[in-house]
């Protein structure tokens, strides 16, 4: 059965010239698990379209004409709590959606892109994340614990933002009710290197998880299973390439502490270093 069916849809509005009509007899149908894309040029009415759908069409403009049926409910003829439900599900199916696919566009330019590695200001970069994340944190009700100092190292910032908006989405997503996120770092004893991390204290991960963490697509048991299997195996791409490693502990009942280790030197990024799991 269909998800979505728009027959006919036509919307107006009323200026001073008369009547623009901005959807002009549109008709589709995307059913479960399909994708549909609008094309046109710049004006042709795609997020007119988008708009009548969702209801989101304010005066001088209407929906003049159409229907339009969400799930086997008939947009307009169904309460507005349903409706509302019914809506923020799909929102939520988009997002998961668009989430994947910048994640395999990310995974795609780690792979081919070729990029300088230099000193990187941490304060901004974690400020970035943070404020990327600010919509997850404050649904999760989470906290976030920042060092008064960060040590130098180097990479490319764009790519290390990512990173760290990774771990710190994970440890919102699975540290427990009202989560407390510690971020952290310091140079290694080495002096070549620093490490960074994320630690939450939630549930921690199982035992049975730990071989594969770090591989893309692993399907995790009991506390980590509802992201899609791409995040940590692009951190870890990500990393290695910048000459780094990553890695992570979980003792049993005391959290996570998610982990990536960055040269405190510049690093030709065409040969990464290896990584360690543990």
């Known amino acids: 059965k269909p998800t979505l069916v728009v027959e006919g849809l036509k919307t107006e509005f009323t ?53 339009i049926e969400l799930t086997g409910m008939m947009v307009g003829e169904v309460d507005e709590p349903t409706l509302r439900q019914h809506l923020a599900q799909a929102r939520k199916a988009a997002r998961r959606l668009n989430d994947i696919i910048e994640e395999l566009l990310l995974l795609a330019g780690v792979r081919h892109q070729t990029v300088a590695s230099v000193p990187l200001n941490s304060d901004t970069i974690v400020a970035e ?7 997850l944190l404050k649904q999760h009700n989470a906290s976030v614990r920042l060092p008064k100092t960060w040590p130098p190292a180097h990479g490319y910032a764009p790519w290390v933002v990512e990173v760290w908006v990774n771990l710190i989405s994970n440890a919102a997503k699975y540290g427990g009710t009202q ?20 630690q939450d204290e939630g549930l921690g991960v199982s035992p049975a998880d730990h071989p594969h963490i770090f591989v893309p697509f692993s399907k995790l048991s009991q506390n980590r299973t509802n992201g899609h299997g791409l995040g940590l195996s692009i951190v870890r ?20 502490r998610f982990w990536f280790e960055l040269p405190n030197h510049h690093h030709d990024p065409l040969t990464p270093a290896s990584s360690a799991s543990q």
Do not use: C, H
Request: glycine letters at 20%; hydrophobic letters at 35%.
């Open 15 to 67: 200026t001073r010239g008369g009547i623009a009509r901005a959807v002009d007899d549109v008709s589709f149908t995307v059913g479960r698990g399909e994708i549909m894309g609008l094309v046109g040029e710049s004006g042709s009415g795609k997020s007119m379209t988008g708009y009548s759908i969702m209801g989101l069409i304010d005066p001088p403009g209407q929906v003049v004409g159409g229907r």
């Open 129 to 135: 994340a943070t404020d990327r994340l600010e919509y």
């Open 179 to 198: 989560p407390v996120i510690t971020l952290g770092g310091a140079t290694n004893p080495d002096g070549a290197s620093t490490r960074f991390w994320v």
């Open 237 to 256: 791409r990500i990393i290695e390439k910048l000459g780094g490693q990553v890695g992570f502990s979980s003792p049993p009942g005391a959290g996570a």
